[in-house]
């Protein structure tokens, strides 16, 4: 069974950093890429960034792309999600998503991810 867990959110004032982990069980690890997403109130869930299963390949979304790194540590199952410069904006609910299969292919879609943490919340002051 894979289990996702999400750490290291919390309240910061804008313009401050934060770094998201993802701790992953169930699978192996290196052989699956992994998403991270988000969701505002009242918002659908969107996409942020994602990385294949080596790391050699990173895709993020417009709104973080410059400020926002996603990374792995196969050693560890565990995926990265740093964040710079957070906007009020930011603030979300953060999810990190593991891919259902072998593959790469439209990273920004959820449909291809069929696993779920249970999210981190980012908060981001004005």
């Given at each position: 069974q894979?289990?996702?867990?999400?750490?290291?959110?919390?309240?910061?004032?804008?313009?401050?950093?934060l770094r998201l982990s993802c701790a992953a069980s169930g699978r192996t690890f290196s052989s699956y890429?992994?998403?991270?997403?988000?969701?505002a109130p009242g918002k659908e869930r969107e996409f942020v960034a994602a990385i294949d299963w080596s790391g050699g390949n990173q895709y993020y979304a417009d709104?973080?792309?410059?400020?926002?790194?996603?990374?792995?540590?196969?050693?560890?199952?565990?995926?990265?999600?740093?964040?710079?410069?957070?906007?009020?904006?930011?603030t979300a609910v953060y999810y990190c998503a593991q891919r259902e299969s072998l593959g790469f292919h439209w990273p920004a879609l959820s449909q291809f991810y069929a696993y779920w943490g249970?999210?981190?919340?980012?908060t981001v002051s004005s």
């Open positions: 894979v289990q996702l867990i999400e750490s290291g959110g919390g309240l910061v004032q804008a313009g401050a950093s890429g992994m998403g991270w997403f988000r969701q709104t973080v792309k410059g400020r926002f790194t996603i990374s792995r540590d196969n050693a560890k199952n565990t995926v990265y999600l740093q964040m710079n410069r957070l906007r009020p904006e930011d249970q999210g981190t919340q980012v």
